[in-house]
Each structure stands twice: as C-alpha cells, then as structure tokens.
C-alpha cells in the first residue's frame, strides 16, 4: 500500500511542469523548439542560462519533496486498509526502517516530470527530479556516483553522457555498499528508463553529432 501511495503522490509533484510553463511566460511550447524537451538543457539553450538555472532548481525540488513527504508518512510504520465482517479498518504490518517509500516516491516524480497526463504525457527525462536521490539514500552513493559523472562530463562538456554516468553508478554503488534487494531493483528500474529516454542522445554520441552544454553548434 505504501509503495503505491509514494508513487502517486511523487507522480503529482512530478507533474508540475516547470519547463512547460517558464516557455510558455516566454511565448512558445518548449516541446516544440530546440530537442523538444521540456527540460533544463532545452530551456538553457532556447530561452537563456537564468530560465534554465531556474527550470534546474526547481526540478531538483520536486525529486526531494517527492521523496521526503513519503518518509515523514512512512518511516516508521506501514499500515494497511483491510476488510472484516463489512467493516474497514487499518491493520499495522511492519516497521519501514529503508529508504523504500522516499525511493517510490522520486520514481513517481520522474514519471509525472516524463509522462505528465496534463500535457498528453509529454514531459522531460527526468534527470533532475533524479540528481539528488542517490544523496538521499545514502550520501556515498551519492559521492561515488557524482565523481564518477563528472569525470564524464567535466572533459567532454556532454551532459547527456555525464547523466548517463552517474545514473548506472548509482545502482553500483548501491550493490557495493550492500543496500537491500528491492531498493537495488527500483533504482536499476529507474535507471533504464532514463536510459531509454535518452536513446537519441546515445545515438549521437555513438554518431559523434550530440550538442555540447552550452554550445550553439
């Protein structure tokens, strides 16, 4: 019950479509200029460096809230709604003692960033609302991953590869450092699909084509 609580309450946070609406104070439909990514590179590269700081800031936001408001209902108990001689009652199951229901709750954030049911599930990839969840989890998780992500990013200047990193080290880490099955599962779940929102990214990176942060070619 937790696990499904976290993801719709993280899928509503995830929907708030801060990309779409700072293009749309601008005039346009992010979704249709540049990459046509509802995202903060998108935004930085088509409207300017101080929308897309902004679009970053508050995307990062929403994967934190995302994962916060389901630890403070679900860190210490879960509970579940059961049926007894027509009645319903809430029955206590067992102590939470992870980080699972912050955890569902960043992946239902990315989900309504990616998939927002509002713009006909047209949304971004969900690299932001994901940056912070590896600290949150466990901030060595976080540090391995980052420094990782960086020696991609920082000499080749291509975010989409520096994003790529740090997501797949993230589960390394997570196996490395010994943290519980299901967790491993979920942030190996979550990396895929990052991966597979970034699929045209990876072909020109393969290709040699991909945009470099801040260029103009």
């Known amino acids: 019950m937790y696990r499904l609580i976290a993801l719709l309450i993280g899928y509503a946070i995830g929907c708030i479509q801060t990309a779409y609406f700072i293009g749309k104070l601008h005039g346009i439909d992010i979704r249709e200029h540049g990459s046509k990514n509802a995202g903060m590179t998108n935004v930085t590269r088509t ?10 800031a508050v995307d990062i936001l929403k994967g ?39 955890m569902y709750g960043t992946f239902g954030a990315i989900l309504g960033h990616c998939f927002p049911v509002m713009l006909k599930f047209r949304g971004g990839k969900g690299v932001s609302c994901f940056l912070l969840l590896p600290f949150l989890i466990d901030w060595r998780v976080g540090l391995v991953a980052l420094v990782i992500g960086l020696i991609g990013f920082i000499p080749t200047r291509y975010i989409s590869l520096g994003s790529l990193i740090y997501t797949f080290m993230a589960v390394v880490a997570m196996v490395l450092f010994g943290h519980q099955f299901e967790a491993i599962i979920l942030m190996t779940v979550i990396t895929v699909l990052i991966w597979f929102l970034h699929r045209e990214n990876i072909k020109r990176l393969l290709s040699g084509t991909e945009r470099k942060f801040l260029s103009k070619k």
């Open 47 to 56: 409207i300017g460096k101080r929308a897309g700081a902004f679009v970053f």
């Open 64 to 102: 934190v809230a995302a994962f916060i408001i389901p630890m403070i209902i679900f860190r210490n108990e879960a509970f579940i709604f059961c049926a007894h001689r027509g009645c319903v009652y809430i029955s206590h199951i067992h102590q939470i003692s992870s980080a699972l229901p912050g």
